[in-house]
Nanobody, 127 residues
Framework: QVQLQESGPGLVKPSQTLSLTCTVS??????????WSWIRQPPGKGLEWMGAITSSGSFYDNPSLKRRASISRDTSKNQFTLQLRSVTPEDTAVYYCARGDELYYTGSDLNRTHDYWGQGTQVTVSS
């Protein structure tokens, strides 16, 4: 059973960089071919795919974030980390890490394409 757990600060000031880490257990982030994704849900809105890092280390991001997001990994700790630069209050959301079996495309059902999810962590951007 694969398990994912998000960790990071719950409050970030505007213009700062948000950093969240996902720790994976029950499976290796380097095995098979999966997309290890970060997904968020702002209050009152739907899920938004932010980006993913593959099992081989390739990175894909959502162009709507205008290159503010990056994802890296620490294979020795079986973790992957999201960094989101220059945050604004509009980045306030519940942030999830999840495992996907295909690359996101506009209109795809994230609940169908991602089989394991973390519980989510609330991040608020406020001064």
């Amino acid at each position: 059973q694969v398990q994912l757990q998000e960790s990071g600060p719950g409050l970030v000031k505007p213009s700062q960089t948000l950093s969240l880490t996902c720790t994976v257990s029950g499976g290796s982030i380097t095995s098979d071919y999966y997309y290890w994704s970060w997904i968020r849900q702002p209050p009152g809105k739907g899920l938004e795919w932010m980006g993913a890092i593959t099992s081989s280390g390739s990175f894909y991001d959502n162009p709507s974030l205008k290159r503010r997001a990056s994802i890296s990994r620490d294979t020795s700790k079986n973790q992957f980390t999201l960094q989101l630069r220059s945050v604004t209050p509009e980045d306030t959301a519940v942030y999830y890490c999840a495992r996907g079996d295909e690359l996101y495309y506009t209109g795809s059902d994230l609940n169908r394409t991602h089989d394991y999810w973390g519980q989510g962590t609330q991040v608020t951007v406020s001064s």
